[in-house]
């Protein structure tokens, strides 16, 4: 069964933690992508990565941070220095870019 | 910059009406990629657009690809519940980075 996971589905923390959400893939695509929406709102880019251990700032890379040290796994961490964090996060891949993105079921993060 | 604005922000039909969207650019596109996101979910694409003139259809839906390749639209015929959602247009800018368009909410009631 190939695809993109995300976990989990919804995610409270507090404010001032870091917190990390998950997005793995078994599409064997070199592109991985990081959005944010907001309720009513388009698509922002956070962060994407063309190929493993490399990645690069999107529009919003602030108070954001990821890694890509698999193929196949592409987690961020929301950490404390992002003032508003509650948000729908969307992870996306792609064989290479700007080819067609698939994406994975989302991950909604409210911080209390 | 380049920048592309999609018309209308959102959209109320009844069912059985025609439903169209559209994306504006003001600088020429490479090529579009059209993408549905339904309630709650998250997007799945459509179509993707590359040549000047290009028209696409898929049963009820039917993708446009202005001469210019500035513009861009989607057309259903006789929407249906399961229209439902919203329509991003995305398009490739710089270092070949896909942004998505404000998107189109459509809503279809009986």
Known sequence: ?112 | GQQVMQIPQYQHVQEGEDFTTYCNSSTTLSNIQWYKQRPGGHPVFLIQLVKSGEVKKQKRLTFQFGEAKKNSSLHITATQTTDVGTYFCTYTGTASKLTFGTGTRLQVTL
């Open chain 1, 1 to 112: 069964d190939g695809g993109i996971t995300q976990s989990p589905k919804y995610l409270f923390r507090k404010e001032g933690q870091n917190v990390t959400l998950s997005c793995e893939q078994n599409l064997n695509h070199d592109a991985m992508y990081w959005y944010r929406q907001d309720p009513g709102q388009g698509l922002r880019l956070i962060y994407y990565s063309q190929i493993v251990n490399d990645f690069q700032k999107g529009d919003i890379a602030e108070g954001y941070s990821v890694s890509r040290e698999k193929k196949e796994s592409f987690p961020l961490t929301v950490t404390s220095a992002q003032k508003n964090p509650t948000a729908f996060y969307l992870c996306a891949s792609s064989i290479k870019p700007p080819d067609t993105q698939y994406f994975g079921p989302g991950t909604r993060l409210t911080v209390l």
